[in-house]
């Protein structure tokens, strides 16, 4: 099984990732968080990208693409795997074929999440992390049950610098401008479903992909 959550940012795409993958018991290859893994550890590949995130664009299309590359080739991929915030770009899709055709595999499905802009405007700037575990929370949704504390390490929760409002307005752009036309993209390869993700419970949503997934 190998899927792509797709939808603009504050969809909630991590939040269902990490449920998903439990379900399915596949990998979760998030290219946002490998990169903040990167940008804490300082390593190049951090340093690089950082500025970019900071800003609210995207990160080069040949510097994401390579460490795509390089982790669906980890043992944990062999049954498939769900890819959060890649891709983003069509440049980003073609490479994605073009890997997973060289490495015998298919893309089985492409799940868009629709959400209303006021509402992705409310979730990402009540959105916390854990420090440690990346749990999601939301201060107006999904709160933790003692406050900057995650429920599942007890570690402190913290605010992404990127959701911060002034930086949520140039992703929402950039998501509108260039991974938007994503959802033509992958229409026209007959593998889009789409799901109004804008109301209903976690478990209600998660349920719904889960349903499409199935089928
Ligand atoms: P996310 O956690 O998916 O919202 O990603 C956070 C930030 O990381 C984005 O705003 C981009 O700067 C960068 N990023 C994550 N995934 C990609 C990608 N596939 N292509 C380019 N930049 C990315």
Do not use: H, W
């Not at 209303?116 to 999904?142: Q, S």
Request: glycine share 6%; with cysteine; hydrophobic share 35%.
């Amino acid at each position: 099984m190998i899927f792509i959550l797709l939808g603009p940012p504050g969809a909630g795409k991590g939040t269902y990732s990490q449920r998903l993958i439990e379900k399915f018991n596949i990998p979760q290859i998030s290219t946002g968080d490998i990169l903040r893994e990167a940008v804490k550890a300082k390593t190049e590949l951090g340093i690089k990208a950082k500025d970019y995130m900071d800003k609210g664009l995207l990160v080069p299309d040949e510097v994401i693409i390579g460490i795509v590359e390089d982790r669906i080739k980890e043992p944990d991929c062999k049954n498939g795997f769900l890819l959060d915030g890649f891709p983003r770009t069509i440049e980003q899709a073609d490479a994605l074929e073009y890997i997973l055709n060289k490495n015998k595999l298919k893309l089985d499905c492409v799940v868009n999440l629709i959400v209303k802009n006021e509402i992705l405007f409310k979730r990402l700037t009540g959105r916390r992390l854990c420090k440690k575990c990346g749990a999601n929370y939301n201060i107006y949704t999904l709160p933790p049950a003692q406050e900057g504390i995650c429920d599942k390490c007890q570690s402190e929760l913290y605010q992404r610098d990127d959701d911060k409002p002034e930086t949520i307005e140039k992703r929402l752009l950039v998501y509108t401008k260039q991974t938007a036309p994503l959802i033509e993209y992958y229409k026209n390869k007959n593998l889009l479903k789409e799901i109004d993700a804008s109301e209903g419970t976690i478990n209600e949503i998660v349920d719904k992909i889960e349903d499409i997934l199935k089928s």
